[in-house]
């Protein structure tokens, strides 16, 4: 079955430092990719996805993700944070039959 | 984006009593909707797929006379939470995918409160 893995609850860090949330996926195919940020009282809104054409993909807000099947890794970036990026960031797998299967969850908390 | 509404935002009932939840979609048809469970810190679960003009698809463990889902048109599905009890407390999340752009809409979440 195919599952991913947000290796960090919390992820603290300050603002215009960059940003780092790890996801590790597993799959016995090339899997479709996507990450998602809620933040309080709104709706998940997607970032990015990845569908096997290019590996290293551009989202809104400044984000992007490198899919690396060798690491089995598909981590979002930001080279600068701001305040607004303060939310949670789901890493989410496309099994097949239109589902989602969504991680844990990462919490991203930015100090001024 | 396209935009997925539901209703209410937030409810709150006694034990044994029935909760409709309604998922829109507000410009765009999507033949297909979901529904989530997520509990306080913790991921979405999907509970079930809402097929238009069909029956739903559930995921196992989740009881299908407890939650009832109905599909009647393009742009609406509801979720009945049926004789609730304190443990269905929980964020409910609908999602409508939309056919042109192979993509799920979130909507903004129903708390469910059960005293």
Same mark, same amino acid.
């Given at each position: 079955?195919?599952?991913?893995?947000?290796?960090?609850?919390?992820?603290?860090?300050?603002? &215009?430092?960059?940003?780092?949330?790890?996801?590790?996926?597993? +799959?016995?195919? /090339?899997?479709? *990719?996507?990450?998602?940020?809620? @933040?309080?009282?709104?709706?998940?809104?997607?970032?990015?996805?990845?569908?096997?054409?290019?590996?290293?993909?551009? &989202?809104?807000?400044?984000?992007?993700?490198?899919?690396?099947? +060798?690491?089995? /890794?598909?981590? *979002?970036?930001?080279?600068?944070? @701001?305040?607004?990026?303060?939310?949670?960031?789901?890493?989410?797998?496309?099994?097949?039959?239109?589902?989602?299967?969504?991680?844990?969850?990462?919490?991203?908390?930015?100090?001024? | 984006?396209?935009?997925?509404?539901?209703?209410?935002?937030?409810?709150?009932?006694?034990?044994?009593?029935?909760?409709?939840?309604?998922?829109?979609?507000?410009?765009?048809?999507?033949?297909?909707?979901?529904?989530?469970?997520?509990?306080?810190?913790?991921?979405?679960?999907?509970?079930?797929?809402?097929?238009?003009?069909?029956?739903?698809?559930?995921?196992?463990?989740?009881?299908?006379?407890?939650?009832?889902?109905?599909?009647?048109?393009?742009?609406?599905?509801?979720?009945?939470?049926?004789?609730?009890?304190?443990?269905?407390?929980?964020?409910?999340?609908?999602?409508?995918?939309?056919?042109?752009?192979?993509?799920?809409?979130?909507?903004?979440?129903?708390?469910?409160?059960?005293?």
């Amino acid at each position: 079955a195919q599952s991913v893995t947000q290796l960090d609850s919390h992820v603290s860090v300050s603002e &215009g430092t960059p940003v780092l949330l790890r996801c590790n996926y597993s +799959s016995s195919y /090339s899997p479709s *990719l996507f990450w998602y940020v809620q @933040h309080p009282n709104k709706g998940l809104q997607l970032l990015l996805k990845y569908t096997s054409a290019a590996t290293l993909v551009k &989202g809104i807000n400044g984000f992007e993700a490198e899919f690396k099947k +060798s690491e089995t /890794s598909f981590h *979002l970036t930001k080279p600068s944070a @701001h305040m607004s990026d303060a939310a949670e960031y789901f890493c989410v797998v496309n099994p097949g039959f239109q589902k989602l299967v969504f991680g844990t969850g990462t919490r991203l908390l930015v100090s001024p | 984006g396209a935009v997925v509404s539901q209703h209410p935002s937030r409810v709150i009932c006694k034990s044994g009593t029935s909760v409709k939840i309604e998922c829109r979609s507000l410009d765009f048809q999507a033949t297909t909707m979901f529904w989530y469970r997520q509990f306080p810190k913790q991921s979405l679960m999907l509970m079930a797929t809402s097929n238009e003009g069909s029956k739903a698809t559930y995921e196992q463990g989740v009881e299908k006379d407890k939650f009832l889902i109905n599909h009647a048109s393009l742009t609406l599905s509801t979720l009945t939470v049926t004789s609730a009890h304190p443990e269905d407390s929980s964020f409910y999340i609908c999602s409508a995918r939309d056919q042109d752009w192979d993509e799920q809409f979130f909507g903004p979440g129903t708390r469910l409160t059960v005293l």
